[in-house]
């Protein structure tokens, strides 16, 4: 019996051995995916406020330059 208990030993460790390890790449892409918050939508609302700001002051840009011409 105890001349199995070595071979049981070795053939465990053979047996074990011989997988190829997993692949860590399934993790990492996981752990990049971005999560939704509950700031996201109030992120894009600023977002958009900001774009329509900046639409609101090209425009009276514009006219201001208009303006300007016509007075001249």
Known sequence: MKRFVPLLCL??????SGKP????SAPATASTARVATP?????KAKQRAA????TTDE???????QLDAAGQ
């Open 51 to 54: 774009d329509v700001q900046k």
């Open 39 to 43: 700031w996201d939508d109030m992120e």
């Open 11 to 16: 053939l465990a460790l053979t047996a074990c």
């Open 21 to 24: 390890p997993a692949p860590e």
């Open 59 to 65: 425009q009276a840009k514009k006219q201001q330059q």
